[in-house]
Nanobody
Framework: QVTLVQSGGGSVQAGGSLTLSCEVS????????MAWFRQIPGQDRERVAV????????GYADSVKGRFTNSSDKAKKTLNLKMSNLTTEDTAMYYC?????????????????????WGQGTQVTVAS
């Protein structure tokens, strides 16, 4: 397990942009599966982006595809989520998550309960 510390987030008008960052406590190895989830009170966590460090494959939920970009910087030990053209439906608590997996296929299928390391969460509020 690793420690994840999030930064970024806040409030923005609809149509605006925000970037979330997730700092990893140690080197990001190629077998890391890293993801961003979001949660609205009373609902399950929704995975919005996932990436496998080894081959740089990335996947996005349909609800954010084309608007959110997930990237990693191994030298800075950070995972970033750039969010553009935000809507009120993007309002949620956002979490980064990490775990080790053997392949992209093994990473892509993982749900929230299967990630062992989590950031503390950061609130994103989009006003109309």
């Amino acid at each position: 397990q690793v420690t994840l510390v999030q930064s970024g987030g806040g409030s923005v008008q609809a149509g605006g942009s925000l970037t979330l960052s997730c700092e990893v406590s140690r080197y990001i190895y190629d077998n890391y599966c890293m993801a961003w989830f979001r949660q609205i009170p009373g609902q399950d966590r929704e995975r919005v982006a996932v990436s496998y460090i080894g081959n740089k494959h990335r996947g996005y939920a349909d609800s954010v595809k084309g608007r959110f970009t997930n990237s990693s910087d191994k030298a800075k030990k950070t995972l970033n989520l750039k969010m553009s053209n935000l809507t009120t439906e993007d309002t949620a608590m956002y979490y980064c998550a990490a775990d080790t997996r053997t392949s992209w296929d093994d990473c892509y299928i993982r749900v929230a309960s299967e990630f062992r390391s989590w950031g503390q969460g950061t609130q994103v509020t989009v006003a109309s």
